[in-house]
């Protein structure tokens, strides 16, 4: 059960109307199950990163992973939204697609997993060519054929809601790193998906610019955005998340609630990590 009162919507397709909230999340959280991995596995050559990655995320769930770098963490969330594709395991998401990676899965189904999500990586990715606005609208009017017209108005609505309206006519070069990301950020909204995926979106940033990101990200959390989130912003994790996944050496070593999790370890490997990241913090 989620720890947060995710925000409820009156309005199951709000989002794609006229004059709904473009930064409300696309269906209305119940604490039904959207998404869910079993025994997932993947190896590169001779390294096997995944190794029977179990994994449950609710709508309006909130869930993070920690661990240390290696540990298969980024590998988990381009698996969940189909840029990689898993050795062995199943996916399903609500609604469809179910996917049982025994068998070649055909590009349609790997499509129609990438189109329920939206991802924001850790580099901003922005086309350098495209003004912020033209960035926004591309995925909504070229992928999903939203008219422009439309693309335009909620794309300025969302920029709006993050404050950056007044940045829309400009280059990603004339940004701040922190400005991008929010821009990366926005993009993903436009997409309006299910499942927002987050791939540590704070780690290319000076340290000044982390906060207003990690705002951002909060506030959607309390809007009741589905979430997975890849930080080593432990404090983050511990405000935002309702469940935290430990990860090191290809599996998930424990998962639990942030005050579980950062409080009371059940875990050895668990409490070596907090212990050298966490404590001298505190």
């Given amino acids: 059960m989620s720890q947060r009162e995710p925000g409820r919507r009156d309005d199951e397709h709000r989002a794609d109307v006229p004059g709904g909230d473009p930064l409300a999340p696309s269906e209305t959280p119940d604490d039904s199950v959207l998404l869910q991995a ?23 769930e909130v869930v993070v992973l920690i661990g240390p770098s ?3 963490k980024t590998t988990v969330l381009r698996s969940l939204n189909g840029l ?23 590009k349609a189904s790997r ?15 922005l086309f350098p060519h495209m003004t912020v606005i033209e960035n926004v609208i ?8 939203v008219p422009k017209a439309r693309a335009i108005a909620e794309a300025s609505a969302l920029l709006d809601r993050v404050g950056l309206a007044d940045k829309r006519d400009a280059y990603p070069f004339e940004l701040s790193g922190g400005q991008q990301q929010r821009v990366g950020i926005v993009r993903a909204l436009a997409l309006k998906p299910r499942l927002l995926l987050f791939d540590e979106p704070t780690s290319a940033l000076d340290p000044e610019l982390v906060g207003e990101v990690l705002q951002v990200i909060k506030e ?12 080593h912003e432990l404090s983050f994790a511990r405000q935002a998340a309702d469940e935290v996944l430990f ?11 942030p005050a579980q999790i950062f409080t009371n370890p059940t875990e050895e490997r668990t409490r070596r990590f907090l212990d050298r990241i966490l404590r001298p913090l505190d």
Avoid: C, Y
């Avoid at 990689?84 to 055909?106: H, K």
């Avoid at 959607?220 to 930080?231: H, I, K, P, R, S």
């Fill in 247 to 257: 990860m090191d050496g290809g599996v998930v070593v424990e998962r639990g609630a």
């Fill in 111 to 125: 499509f129609a997993l990438r189109d329920r999500s939206a991802m924001v990586f850790q580099q901003h990715n």
């Fill in 138 to 145: 591309e995925g909504p009017v070229r992928v999903q054929r």
């Fill in 84 to 106: 990689e594709t898993p050795d062995a395991g199943t996916i399903d998401f609500a609604g469809g697609p179910s996917l049982d990676f025994a068998a070649p899965i055909p």
């Fill in 38 to 60: 079993r025994g997932i596995r993947k190896s590169f050559g001779d390294n096997e990163v995944l190794r029977s990655i179990d994994l449950e995320v609710r709508r309006g």
């Fill in 70 to 72: 290696g540990s298969g």
């Fill in 220 to 231: 959607l959390a309390d809007e009741g955005w589905t979430m997975v989130v890849v930080t």
